[in-house]
């Protein structure tokens, strides 16, 4: 079955680095885009990132735009995000999803379990 | 940018039905998705393209959207219903395209 198991969530300080990974397993990797969304404590959820199944395109939302890079390894079926200039606001659980597209309309049909970032000092 | 508006909050009883609205400028001609969400869990797709449900997701749950307004609909509510649901659409901006979800709205049975 379809399986997602983010990592590499931590605690890190205000204008740190971080890297996700997502490892996907159950489908073919290769085939499905990818997104990155996530959650504060105590709000909703958040989209930040996107990439299409071969990583030709690549889209951020607006609070993550030029600080976050969404990637992936086909040969590895891992889905990265590369997190630099982390703020206080960026703390959030990060789930990695499937992006589900049938007939031009998508959406995301299966989710990880998120990993934990806390930006802190 | 696009809007997707949700009450915080919905109560009902077990066995009564829930309807939770999400409000966006004419969000009839976008294709809408409601995903359940449980504290600790991975959020979990219930409606997809207005009206269909994937499959393991019970009847109880259906979908539809017109105007202004999309609405999740549970009918005979359980108490593992009780969850936060969350709205999302695609749109586009400068040509690119981006999610967006509702804030969410959270369902308690009584």
């Known amino acids: 079955q379809v399986q997602l198991v983010e990592s590499g969530g931590g605690v890190v300080q205000p204008g740190g680095s971080l890297r996700l990974s997502c490892a996907a397993s159950g489908f073919s990797f290769s085939t499905y885009g990818m997104h990155w969304v996530r959650q504060a404590p105590g709000k909703g959820l958040q989209w930040v990132a996107v990439?299409?199944?071969?990583?030709?395109?690549?889209y951020y939302g607006d609070s993550v735009k030029g600080r976050f890079s969404i990637s992936r390894d086909n040969s590895k079926n891992t889905l990265y995000l590369q997190m630099n200039s982390l703020r206080v606001e960026d703390t959030a659980v990060y789930y990695c999803?499937?992006?589900?597209?049938?007939?031009?309309?998508?959406?995301?049909?299966?989710w990880g379990q998120g990993t934990l970032v806390i930006v802190s000092s | 940018s696009y809007v997707l508006t949700q009450p915080p909050s919905v109560s009902v009883a077990p066995g009564q039905t829930a309807r939770i609205t999400c409000g966006g400028n004419?969000?009839?001609?976008?294709?809408v998705h409601w995903y359940q969400h449980k504290p600790g869990q991975a959020p979990v797709v219930v409606v997809y393209e207005d009206i269909d449900r994937p499959s393991g997701i019970p009847e109880r749950f259906s979908g539809s959207n017109s105007g202004n307004t999309a609405t999740l609909t549970i009918s005979r509510v359980e108490a593992g219903d009780e969850a936060d649901y969350y709205c999302q659409v695609w749109d586009r901006s400068n040509d690119h395209p981006y999610v967006v979800f509702g804030g969410g709205t959270k369902v308690t049975v009584l």
């Open positions: 999803a499937r992006r589900y597209c049938s007939g031009g309309i998508c959406h995301l049909d299966y």
């Open positions: 990439i299409w199944y071969d990583g030709s395109e690549m």
């Open positions: 004419n969000i009839g001609s976008k294709r």
